[in-house]
């Protein structure tokens, strides 16, 4: 769902992004950003993103990213941390640091490797150790069957009161191989994720096109503006990330707790589906307990 952009990739010294004049510079260039104040062009809706009908997305200008003035923004800049750089992980990042929030980016293979989305973006990357350091929302957008790979201590930095984003799906088939606790023990996807990080979790993005983060972001009460389903037992931190979620250009949906995140699990009507809030909340009570054939380990 959505193709990250190396447009830096044939950039020599790939490994300079851990130096300190580079981080120097990418604060410099980040704190430029922040006191920009960019009008939207006629033609855009107010996140600068091309109308869909054009068919430009703002992955495809590289480094020529505006500053959002999404009329949603109700708080604070915040640190966000995000654990995992693919095509979700990736476009959040562009959006995220293109709002002005400070934005961690990790992933599996080393803060080296990153060096080409940190220069597009202004994202500092770290360490998946170092990924939730005072954050006030960490974003964990990796491989089910990694998860339990994740350092111990991870949050142990991370700032108060912080929300976890697990955008995670289970893919026996594809991808993870059998789980047994979410198999044989009925656990919903994010409640098992949630145990192995033993951290609360709100489960969000797990059923958005990556692309969409970048493409459809529209103004409250826009008739094409979609909602997405969260699902989570801590209320605040639900608070956190559907204000997240607003400010980045979309409604959301409140889908209940954790334990009825299988609303939202793949194979659901609401996967996928680009609607509004009224069909978003249709398709998470349409929803049947059964996990899908194609979704369960052979």
């Known amino acids: ?45 107010p996140n600068g993103v091309p109308a869909l009908a054009r068919g430009e997305c703002r992955a495809r200008q590289g480094s020529s990213y505006r500053r959002d003035t999404h009329p949603a923004r109700t708080g604070g800049l915040m ?27 990790a992933n599996s293979r080393g803060p080296q490797t990153l060096s080409a989305l940190a220069e597009e973006t202004g994202a500092t990357p770290v360490t998946v150790a170092e990924a939730a350091r005072g954050a006030e929302v960490v974003v964990v957008t990796i491989p089910l069957k990694n998860v339990p790979d994740l350092p111990s201590g991870l949050f142990a930095g991370a700032a ?14 594809q991808r993870d191989g059998r789980i047994p606790g979410i198999e044989d023990e009925g656990l919903t996807e994010s409640r098992w994720t949630e145990r192995q990080l033993g951290h609360r979790v709100v489960k969000a993005f797990n059923g958005t096109y990556a692309q969409d983060v970048l493409d459809r972001p529209r103004p409250a009460g826009d008739p094409e503006r979609i909602a997405l389903p969260v699902a989570g037992d801590d209320e605040t931190a639900k608070k956190t990330v559907r204000a997240l979620i607003e400010e980045l250009g979309f409604d959301s949906v409140d889908a209940g707790g954790l334990d009825e995140s299988w609303r939202q699990q793949p194979g659901t009507p609401v996967y996928g589906l680009r609607a509004g809030a009224e069909a978003v909340t249709k398709a998470l009570a349409e929803a049947s307990p059964v996990r899908p054939e194609d979704f369960r380990a052979r």
């Open 1 to 45: 769902m959505g193709r990250l952009v190396q447009a830096g990739r044939r950039r020599e010294g790939a490994g300079r992004a851990a130096g300190p004049r580079a981080r120097e510079d990418r604060r410099a260039r980040r704190d430029a950003r922040r006191e920009r104040r960019v009008t939207a062009p006629e033609g855009r809706d």
């Open 79 to 105: 640190k966000i941390g995000i654990i995992g750089a693919g095509n979700i992980g990736g476009n959040l990042t562009r959006r995220l640091t293109a709002l002005g929030h400070e934005v961690s980016v």
């Open 160 to 173: 108060g009161g912080f929300a976890v984003i697990d955008t995670g799906n289970y893919y026996p088939r």
